[in-house]
């Protein structure tokens, strides 16, 4: 039986100001054949699993979500040439400043969902993931919003589901309630926190490159937290 498409609320932002005539141009001539094709429902209405073997090449595979303008994304896929990343980003013109560090940067390992996580991870196979990150993300800081952020069951459950045992999950933010929120939901799901001490999260990763919106944090005088979790 077919599986029947979830209904599922959409609260970020799909678009902003208008692209440059070069960002339509790599959205036009580029996206498509980066794209795993059987993300889409119309596409893969059975939601047969992606086959990522096909798609890196037998490589491991990290996965990034919301990577907003791309400059994590591709500096991890530099670095690490014998792996492959799948990022997820709904916000079109994200999508279109990776493309533009992908054309820069003449790496091959990136692979991009222009959409909705859930959906990508209703096809990936399970186990399949060695580390995940989340850097970033939208905060909703009003209360009420909170139920929209990624550290819900919504989210982790299938989250712990494609990782494999012992993958890493990294969690970047600079807003103190939703660490807490995270220290509470994400150990919920399956999680380890690592950190043995306050630098455990007080310094950034040995491969960090730094973000546009870490930059922001630092300059409007927020403090950046970077935690490790470990999938049980």
């Given at each position: 039986?077919?599986p029947?498409?979830?209904?599922?609320?959409?609260?970020?932002?799909?678009?902003?100001?208008?692209?440059?005539?070069?960002?339509?141009?790599?959205?036009?001539?580029?996206?498509?054949?980066?794209?795993?094709?059987?993300?889409?429902?119309?596409?893969?209405?059975?939601?047969?699993?992606?086959?990522?073997?096909?798609?890196?090449?037998g490589?491991?595979?990290?996965?990034?979500?919301g990577?907003?303008?791309?400059?994590?994304m591709?500096?991890?896929?530099?670095?690490?040439?014998?792996?492959?990343?799948i990022?997820?980003?709904?916000?079109?013109?994200?999508?279109?400043?990776?493309?533009?560090?992908?054309?820069?940067?003449?790496?091959?390992?990136?692979?991009?969902?222009?959409?909705?996580?859930?959906?990508?991870?209703d096809?990936?196979?399970?186990?399949?993931?060695?580390?995940?990150?989340?850097?970033?993300?939208?905060?909703?800081?009003?209360?009420?919003?909170?139920?929209?952020?990624?550290?819900?069951?919504?989210?982790?459950?299938?989250?712990?589901?494609?990782?494999?045992?012992?993958?890493?999950?990294r969690?970047?933010?600079?807003?103190?309630?939703?660490?807490?929120?995270?220290?509470?939901?994400?150990?919920?799901?399956?999680?380890?926190?690592?950190?043995?001490?306050?630098?455990d999260?007080?310094?950034?990763?040995?491969?960090?490159?730094?973000?546009?919106?870490?930059?922001?944090?630092?300059?409007?005088?927020?403090?950046?937290?970077?935690?490790?979790?470990?999938?049980?």
């Amino acid at each position: 039986m077919t599986p029947v498409r979830p209904h599922r609320n959409f609260y970020g932002r799909r678009k902003g100001k208008h692209l440059r005539p070069s960002q339509e141009a790599y959205l036009e001539e580029d996206l498509a054949a980066l794209s795993p094709g059987a993300v889409d429902w119309d596409a893969n209405p059975d939601r047969a699993p992606l086959d990522l073997p096909a798609l890196f090449g037998g490589r491991e595979v990290w996965l990034e979500i919301g990577f907003g303008g791309g400059e994590h994304m591709v500096h991890q896929a530099v670095q690490n040439p014998g792996i492959g990343i799948i990022g997820a980003e709904p916000y079109i013109n994200g999508v279109a400043m990776l493309l533009g560090k992908i054309r820069t940067a003449g790496t091959d390992n990136i692979r991009i969902h222009p959409g909705d996580a859930r959906d990508l991870f209703d096809v990936l196979p399970e186990a399949s993931i060695a580390k995940a990150f989340l850097l970033y993300p939208d905060p909703w800081p009003k209360a009420r919003h909170h139920r929209r952020r990624f550290v819900t069951p919504e989210h982790l459950e299938p989250l712990h589901r494609v990782l494999r045992p012992g993958a890493e999950f990294r969690v970047a933010t600079d807003i103190p309630d939703y660490v807490r929120q995270t220290l509470i939901e994400v150990p919920r799901a399956g999680f380890e926190w690592l950190a043995e001490g306050p630098e455990d999260w007080r310094q950034p990763w040995a491969d960090w490159p730094g973000t546009r919106y870490e930059a922001k944090a630092l300059r409007e005088g927020r403090m950046p937290h970077y935690l490790t979790f470990r999938r049980r």
